[in-house]
């Protein structure tokens, strides 16, 4: 069974600066997606940046990057320039690449943003 | 509508009583699929339609809990005789199918449910 870890459960960061959420999986599969979804107090939620395992090259999204290292099974979130509404519960989840599989998710990290 | 739809936002019952949660996915979205957010457990996958069918009931938690979907949109869980550890946030996410989808699933805002 795949399973999805992330070890920060509250992270902070000042306004305006960098922050890397750390998320790391096990699965046996070759194929497959990640995702960070980010979930504000309206509770829904909302895809940030999503990564296939085929590629090599790491994911951008604006201000949000992903740090994909596939052998050790690492897909950590870089968040650039922090803002106010960044502020909210961040998820990583996998998915395997088959269409109608189930999302993964890991126990969520609580990013608090300092102006 | 623009994006997926689930109600009642807020729900709050008796133990004991039977409550029904629906979900209408984006238009056109084949495949749907239900999850519970709670405090001890995070998200769990409760239950994966494709079209009106449900090849997947896997993470359904007890015989108590069901789901249906009609006409390949609109789909209902329904909790029978809920007990107080079903309170939760019950999500609902739609995808298009197929590798147009690309995996991605596009959430509602939850309906959170909670048991007196």
């Known amino acids: 069974a795949q399973t999805v870890t992330q070890s920060q459960p509250e992270m902070s960061v000042q306004e305006a600066e960098t922050v890397t959420l750390s998320c790391t999986y096990d699965?046996?599969?070759?194929?497959?997606?990640l995702f960070w979804y980010k979930q504000p107090p309206s509770r829904q939620m909302i895809l940030v940046i999503r990564?296939?395992?085929?590629?090599?090259q790491n994911a951008t999204e604006n201000r949000f990057s992903v740090n994909f290292q596939k052998a050790a099974k690492s897909f950590s979130l870089k968040i650039s320039d922090s803002q106010l509404g960044d502020a909210a519960m961040y998820f990583c989840?996998?998915?395997?690449?088959?269409?109608?599989?189930?999302?993964?998710f890991g126990g969520g990290t609580r990013l608090m943003v300092k102006p | 509508g623009a994006g997926v739809s689930q109600s009642p936002s807020n729900k709050v019952t008796e133990k004991g009583k039977d409550v029904e949660l629906r979900c209408d996915p984006i238009?056109?979205?084949?495949?749907l699929y239900w999850y519970r957010q709670s405090l001890g457990q995070g998200l769990e996958f409760l239950i994966y339609?494709?079209?009106?069918?449900?090849?997947?009931k896997s993470g359904l938690p007890s015989d108590r809990f069901s789901a249906e979907r009609t006409g390949g949109s609109v789909s209902t869980l329904t909790i029978q005789r809920t007990q107080q550890e079903d309170s939760a946030v019950y999500l609902c996410?739609?995808?298009?199918?197929?590798?147009?989808?690309?995996?991605?699933?596009?959430f509602g805002a939850g309906t959170r449910l909670s048991v007196l």
């Open positions: 996410a739609s995808s298009p199918g197929g590798t147009q989808g690309k995996n991605i699933q596009y």
């Open positions: 990564q296939e395992a085929y590629k090599q």
């Open positions: 339609f494709q079209g009106n069918s449900a090849p997947d």
């Open positions: 989840a996998y998915i395997r690449n088959n269409a109608g599989n189930m999302l993964t």
């Open positions: 699965t046996s599969e070759s194929d497959y997606y």
């Open positions: 238009s056109g979205h084949t495949a």
